[in-house]
T-cell receptor, first 115, second 112 residues
Framework: DADVTQTPRNRITKTGKRIMLECSQT?????MYWYRQDPGLGLRLIYY???????NKGEISDGYSVSRQAQAKFSLSLESAIPNQTALYFC??????????????FGPGTRLLVL | AQSVTQPDIHITVSEGASLELRCNYS??????LFWYVQSPGQGLQLLLKYFSGDTLVQGIKGFEAEFKRSQSSFNLRKPSVHWSDAAEYFCAVGSGYSTLTFGKGTMLLVSP
């Protein structure tokens, strides 16, 4: 089984709809992240959480919200989807167990199309 | 602020030829550096990472990278490319006290 799972893998929605992307991990990591990937722009950080009670905005948080339901679960919501939120979304996890060296492990991604 | 530059958007290499992908970073302290690979339709897989010690780092799939502090670079190399190496490659910089910053990626095409 995959260590980091994302659901759904693909989603088509309409402008103005609220949608939620979910991420679960079995790695036991405290830190979780949401990124979006757009062609030519690489990965940009939306939100991150260093533990269950900690939520932080990333580079491009406008139009998004998150919920850290448990150590293993981190959800990303688009309150009112718009077409320029069409992208590939990745969840990642990490910890500092390697003497402070943080390695991020990625889920398979969710491809979102907003019409 | 930390940043990563991958100067090449696309690179085409013949199968069996050597490969070097460039990565330059800007970071105020000792950087942690990473290379990830993304195959079509897949998530990102860690190839290798550098924190300290030997500046030549070995990774999976026959890849290596060399950290050069004087040039603020962390270039990825492979002596002989295989068709299955065709993918997008991302360099990233960060530390345990900050989030990772990714470059915009280099798409590797492998010609027969």
């Amino acid at each position: 089984d995959a260590d980091v799972t994302q659901t759904p893998r693909n989603r088509i929605t309409k402008t103005g709809k609220r949608i939620m992307l979910e991420c679960s991990q079995t790695k036991g990591h405290d830190r979780m992240y949401w990124y979006r990937q757009d062609p030519g722009l690489g990965l940009r950080l939306i939100y991150y959480s260093f533990d269950v009670k900690d939520i932080n905005k990333g580079e491009i948080s406008d139009g998004y919200s998150v919920s850290r339901q448990a150590q293993a679960k981190f959800s990303l919501s688009l309150e009112s989807a718009i077409p320029n939120q069409t992208a590939l979304y990745f969840c990642a996890t990490s910890d500092l167990s390697e003497g402070g060296l943080e390695t991020q492990y990625f889920g398979p991604g969710t491809r979102l199309l907003v019409l | 602020a930390q940043s990563v530059t991958q100067p090449d958007i696309h690179i085409t290499v013949s199968e069996g030829a050597s490969l070097e992908l460039r990565c330059n970073y800007s970071y105020g302290a000792t950087p942690y550096l990473f290379w990830y690979v993304q195959s079509p339709g897949q998530g990102l897989q860690l190839l290798l990472k550098y924190f300290s010690g030997d500046t030549l780092v070995q990774g999976i799939k026959g890849f290596e990278a060399e950290f050069k502090r004087s040039q603020s670079s962390f270039n990825l190399r492979k002596p002989s490319v295989h068709w299955s190496d065709a993918a997008e490659y991302f360099c990233a910089v960060g530390s345990g006290y900050s989030t990772l910053t990714f470059g915009k990626g280099t798409m590797l095409l492998v010609s027969p």
